[in-house]
């Protein structure tokens, strides 16, 4: 609820406010809301007294009553035991809201990779890139009817605007795609404990381009993620050179697009008409931009000759599972902005790396991984360090 809600709602109940509205009552001539059922008692019981003497007489004995009846209730606590009552419901509200939003973003966002593991490894689907391309513009399509119906506002893509993107752009496809090979050839969770290895990039980039440094702490969390993600390979027992070196080159793209996204984000505000870029019209920006380039690499890497041969687009299954897959995409960007609004940018953090343990869970569990003690232990060993990293990352920022 706001912050305007909240003080109407605890001021209406507050004994100041009563008397307050009482005085009006009193003194004004209009009738509003709460004020109307007092007016008219007050002045039916005048009409019954003649003469002015008892109409003061009355006056005062009506207004003592009323003022006797709310001292009594303070003294009571009655009025005090309202306030706190609302209060309280108040707050359950809020933490409701916020409990909803978390659980909202961690289905969403275990359900996107699970989901994407599914049609590229139980499909056996060999046209990554195509995936891609067709989440992307179900993205637009669903992002664009918002837009029109005024559910949401974007901004409008304008020419100096795609100027200033298509960098980012360009780092965003390949970003997506490698995700969708590595996914392909390994496991949900070493897919999961690699991703790590992104902070690891990124916080190196961060002290060499933006002259940041980082505490000791923060660079022993890094440390232990570049153990687990090597033990975790070492003891793989599925291990796959393709998808590790996949993996290894989407480490480099992401940290690439969060440090590339940080300088551009300044100057593509000031090309835009509102002067501001939210969640929504950077969706729209990267999912439509991605469009066409995504188009050029599916007949550079030939995949419309497998796509005319694959028997899996006559199949209505695979068609509702490909189109969940591009809601959920989408699902990620409005729970995460959902939750963030609710929250705070720290518990949005926590949560992001305390949601990679049933993710990997999962993973183990319904696509059957062949598995061994030493590699689980390092599965586990690289989570608790993702979150130990996030931990460390929150007291860093809240010292500085």
Not at 114 to 141: D, E, P, T
Not at 173 to 199: E, H, P, Q, R, W
Not at 249 to 260: D, E, G, K, Q, V
Not at 364 to 393: H, W, Y
């Amino acid at each position: 609820m706001s912050p305007r809600g909240l003080s109407v709602g605890v001021s209406l109940d507050s004994p100041d406010s009563i008397l307050e509205r009482i005085h009006i009552g009193d003194t004004s001539n209009g009738i509003q809301g709460g004020e109307r059922s007092f007016m008219v008692y007050q002045s039916n019981l005048f009409d019954e007294v003649s003469s002015p003497v008892r109409r003061e007489v009355a006056n005062r004995s009506f207004s003592g009553k009323v003022l006797n009846r709310i001292d009594n209730d303070v003294e009571n606590g009655k009025l005090e035991i309202k306030e706190k009552s609302i209060c309280n419901n108040m707050l359950i509200t809020v933490h409701n809201k916020a409990l909803l939003s978390g659980i909202a973003y961690c289905i969403s966002s275990c359900s996107m990779i699970l989901v994407n593991k599914y049609v590229l490894s139980s499909y056996n689907f060999n046209a990554g890139i195509s995936l891609m391309l067709y989440q992307n513009f179900v993205a637009v399509v669903v992002v664009s009817i918002l837009s029109f119906f005024g559910v949401v506002s974007t901004e409008r893509l304008t020419l100096r605007l795609i100027k200033v993107w298509l960098p980012v752009n360009v780092i965003f496809v390949g970003m997506l795609i490698t995700s969708m090979l590595s996914l392909k050839y390994l496991n949900v969770a070493m897919v999961t404990v690699l991703k790590n290895v992104t902070n690891v990039i990124t916080a190196v980039g961060e002290m060499y381009i933006f002259n940041r440094h980082h505490v000791t702490r923060v660079w022993t969390a890094l440390l232990l993620m570049i153990v687990s993600a090597v033990s975790g390979g070492i003891t793989d027992l599925s291990f796959n050179a393709t998808g590790y070196t996949w993996q290894i080159i989407n480490c480099f793209l992401t940290a690439s697009y969060s440090l590339t996204l940080r300088r551009i984000m300044d100057t593509a505000k000031q090309v835009t008409k509102s002067g501001n870029l939210d969640e929504f019209s950077m969706v729209l920006l990267n999912n439509t931009l991605s469009l066409p380039l995504g188009i050029l690499l599916v007949l550079l890497f030939n995949e419309v000759d497998y796509l005319s041969r694959t028997p899996l687009l006559q199949l209505p299954a695979f068609w509702m599972v490909t189109t969940l897959s591009g809601f959920l995409g989408l699902a990620i960007s409005f729970t995460s902005m959902w939750f963030l609004h609710k929250t705070s940018a720290t518990t949005y953090s926590l949560v992001g790396s305390l949601n990679k343990i049933p993710l990997s869970v999962a993973g183990i569990l319904l696509f059957k991984v062949p598995t061994s003690l030493e590699n689980t232990a390092s599965i586990f060993f690289g989570l608790l360090a993702g979150v130990t990293f996030a931990r460390t990352k929150m007291q860093e920022k809240s010292q500085s």
